[in-house]
């Protein structure tokens, strides 16, 4: 059964820091790119970041330099650094694969506050 779990997430203030994880099970997790998604409220579903099997990493402009996205393949693990965080960046935050052919069946989510 695949299933993707997210935590990490809370209530930051401006300028501060979270680092948002994603466990996955049920897929050959080494073989995936693998993305980190947001969903503001009213607003849809966008990708932010992606990292391929070997590693190469992509991110949206609006997150450049502020968050790194990694993976631990032992591990079935997918991480989101995010810094220097910005109220536009409140949020619930999922990650799933990143693939032409679609994406699996997405977890719950975490949630992300950027408020003073």
């Known amino acids: 059964q695949v299933q993707l779990v997210e935590s990490g997430g809370g209530l930051v203030q401006p300028g501060g820091s979270l680092r948002l994880s994603c466990v996955a099970s049920?897929?050959?997790?080494?073989?995936?790119?693998m993305g980190w998604y947001r969903q503001a409220p009213g607003k849809q579903r966008e990708l932010v970041a992606t990292?391929?099997?070997?590693?190469?990493?992509q991110y949206v402009d609006s997150v450049k330099g502020r968050f790194t996205i990694s993976r631990d393949n032992a591990k079935n693990m997918a991480y989101l650094q995010m810094n220097t965080l910005k109220p536009e960046d409140t949020a619930t935050y999922y990650c799933?694969?990143?693939?032409?052919?679609?994406?699996?069946?997405w977890g719950q989510g975490t949630q992300v506050t950027v408020s003073s």
């Open positions: 990292i391929s099997s070997g590693g190469f990493t």
């Open positions: 049920g897929i050959d997790f080494s073989y995936y790119t």
């Open positions: 799933n694969i990143y693939s032409p052919n679609g994406t699996l069946k």
